[in-house]
């Protein structure tokens, strides 16, 4: 069925190039009248889903959202504009996001949703959680972040919102991804949120596996370090975790950034990658947010070799040379395993 729908709607692009107006149209002056706001904008959906290239989509995109963001000098539009504007941003490009076959048009699409900052944009960001499209997904994820807040005396929307993030980090399978739905609920600070730290953990400690059995690359180690964060950002916004929660927390980022150094150090190289030493930085952020690990720090040179790193992770995590200061903040979690 979803193939058939982006075959139709591919097929209505074609038919109707011919008859939609050149890249490069203004958006409506504020003071224009409502359908003129609404014919505008349904016209740039229609040019979005027929676009032929990225180039083209990220045109139309900064076309249509150039109504809400005038240039110095040029007229705001009005609360009833902007209400009226975004609106018909979520009817018409909802259903171009959701249908599109082109990843460009897709990404265009949902950026447009996300950057325009409105609360009338929260149905087609909740339903773009479950696109097939990974970074669709976080660019929902980072567009709900923004409107959050805003939506919450919206009692329906904003239970529907939490609910639709809850079950993307429960089910996200992309850890850059998982961690800016986590990163949007921290802004909740929501009671309901007690079972993303374990969620978290379990990633992280997967991708720490992942780790002792290969060397990860620059995005496996960015990636963890943005769960990292995104646990960091839900403590810090109060989220109290169980002791279990902590523990496997804390375990888990500490086996990742040991093993991430441990791999360098086999690897040699000159300097340590800029990758890993932004890992270990994020593991000391959480383990500090605890509040147990608050005097806790990294002691890494700058252009450190990966044997300064490893030094200064052993340090932070411990090694065969003893327990290092997180085991010593943390009594439950023990020291990483030395790889072969």
């Given at each position: 069925?979803?193939?058939r729908?982006?075959?139709?709607s591919?097929?209505?692009?074609v038919?109707?190039?011919?008859a939609?107006?050149?890249?490069?149209d203004?958006p409506?002056?504020?003071?224009?009248?409502?359908?003129a706001?609404?014919a505008?904008?349904k016209?740039?959906a229609?040019?979005?889903?027929?676009?032929?290239t990225a180039e083209?989509a990220?045109?139309?995109r900064k076309e249509?959202q150039a109504?809400?963001?005038p240039?110095?000098g040029v007229?705001?539009?009005t609360?009833?504009e902007?209400?009226?504007?975004?609106?018909?941003i979520?009817?018409e490009?909802?259903?171009?996001i959701?249908?599109s076959?082109k990843?460009y048009?897709r990404l265009?699409?949902?950026?447009?949703?996300?950057?325009?900052?409105?609360?009338?944009?929260d149905?087609?960001l909740r339903?773009?959680l479950?696109?097939?499209n990974?970074?669709?997904?976080?660019?929902?994820?980072?567009?709900l972040?923004?409107?959050?807040p805003?939506?919450r005396?919206?009692?329906?929307a904003?239970?529907?919102?939490?609910?639709?993030?809850?079950?993307?980090v429960?089910?996200?399978?992309?850890p850059l991804?998982r961690a800016?739905?986590?990163r949007a609920?921290?802004a909740t600070?929501?009671a309901s949120l007690?079972?993303?730290?374990?969620?978290?953990?379990?990633?992280l400690s997967?991708?720490?596996a992942s780790?002792?059995k290969?060397?990860?690359?620059?995005a496996e180690?960015n990636?963890?370090?943005?769960?990292?964060d995104?646990?960091?950002?839900?403590?810090k916004?109060g989220?109290v975790l169980?002791?279990?929660?902590?523990?496997?927390l804390?375990q888990?980022?500490?086996?990742?950034?040991?093993f991430a150094?441990?791999?360098?150090?086999?690897?040699?190289g000159?300097?340590?990658?800029?990758?890993a030493?932004?890992?270990a930085k994020?593991?000391?952020?959480?383990?500090?947010?605890t509040g147990?690990g608050?005097k806790?720090?990294?002691?890494?040179?700058?252009?450190?070799?990966?044997?300064d790193l490893l030094f200064?992770?052993?340090d932070?995590t411990?090694?065969?040379?003893?327990?290092g200061?997180?085991?010593?903040a943390?009594?439950d979690?023990?020291v990483?395993a030395?790889?072969?």
């Open positions: 069925m979803q193939a729908r982006w075959w139709f591919a097929a209505l692009a038919c109707l190039a011919t939609l107006p050149a890249l490069g203004p409506p002056a504020p003071g224009s009248p409502p359908a706001l609404q505008y904008v016209a740039q229609a040019k979005m889903s027929a676009a032929a083209d990220q045109t139309l249509t109504f809400l963001t240039p110095r007229a705001a539009p609360p009833v902007v209400d009226a504007y975004t609106r018909s979520a009817t490009f909802g259903p171009v959701e249908t076959s990843d048009v265009n699409g949902i950026i447009l949703l996300a950057g325009i900052d409105h609360i009338n944009t149905g087609v339903t773009a479950a696109n097939e990974p970074g669709v997904r976080y660019w929902a994820a980072r567009g972040a923004t409107i959050l805003r939506l005396p919206v009692a329906g904003y239970g529907r919102a939490i609910d639709a993030l809850m079950a993307g429960m089910g996200e399978k992309i991804v800016e739905m986590a609920l921290a600070n929501d007690t079972k993303v730290p374990a969620a978290l953990a379990k990633a997967n991708e720490a780790f002792a290969m060397a990860p690359g620059g180690m990636a963890a370090a943005a769960e990292m995104a646990a960091t950002a839900l403590v916004a989220l169980g002791k279990a929660d902590e523990t496997a804390v888990a980022a500490a086996d990742a950034t040991s150094a441990q791999q360098e150090n086999k690897a040699g000159p300097l340590a990658s800029e990758a030493v932004d890992l994020s593991a000391v952020e959480l383990f500090k947010a147990k608050a806790i720090s990294l002691t890494v040179p700058p252009k450190a070799t990966p044997a200064g992770v052993n932070l411990g090694s065969e040379a003893g327990a200061a997180v085991e010593k943390f009594a979690v023990k990483p030395r790889l072969k």
